[in-house]
């Protein structure tokens, strides 16, 4: 297998192919699939929103006759929606918002393992937060939880995006972490995503 080298674009460096990365590529693809299909329903939450928002304000304004159901649907629904269905796309991409406290690139094994805790460590954090937001859904969707307005509206279903977009996100860190690359090669840009996507 060959490698561009990421300081480097000329450079070629060559590594042997492993059962791991193997089993790591096809599972990258389908990766991509989900986190695209998610960021995809993320957007659309997005364009409701906005549709639901103006509708609601022109009704109001020239029919005074409001959208009943804009505002639960919007703030228990489409809201966390489109505040997690992306975010492992948006990391993938290297799109979040991050502040460095350490140099961007250390050489040698300590930069390897530095770029692996700055996955790892957000891993653990996303990992508990899935655990315990799926937790408070399947309560809620045990018990039957509603919220009750001009329609009743299923909680539980509302709570379910939260863990759903988290742990996407977990996976795409764990598979961050775990990609073989050279000792010496940062494994994502300072904001997250590949910085050697030719691994594909």
Not at 143 to 162: F, K, M, Q, R, S
């Amino acid at each position: 297998m060959v490698l561009q080298s990421w300081n480097c674009p000329n450079a070629e460096v060559h590594h042997d192919s492993t059962a791991g990365e193997a089993m790591l590529k096809p599972l990258g693809k389908l990766l991509i699939k989900i986190e695209d299909i998610l960021h995809l329903g993320g957007c659309l939450g997005l364009v409701a929103v906005a549709a639901l928002i103006n509708a609601d304000i022109l009704l109001r304004l020239f029919l005074n006759r409001p959208v009943q159901i804009q505002f639960e649907l919007t703030e228990l629904y489409l809201m966390p929606a489109l505040a997690t269905l992306s975010l492992s796309r948006v990391f993938r991409d290297g799109g979040h918002l991050a502040l460095d406290f350490i140099p961007e690139h250390i050489p040698g094994r300590a930069g390897t393992v530095v770029a692996k805790l700055r996955l790892l460590l957000p891993a653990a954090f996303f990992a508990a937060v899935t655990w315990m937001s799926g937790h408070f859904a399947l309560k809620a969707i045990v018990n039957g939880d509603v919220e009750y307005g001009a329609v009743d509206w299923p909680l539980g279903w509302a709570y379910a995006v939260i863990p759903l977009g988290c742990s996407v996100l977990v996976l795409r860190l764990l598979h961050d972490a775990f990609t073989p690359g050279p000792w010496s090669e940062p494994t994502t840009h300072s904001m997250g995503g590949k910085l050697n996507e030719n691994y594909k």
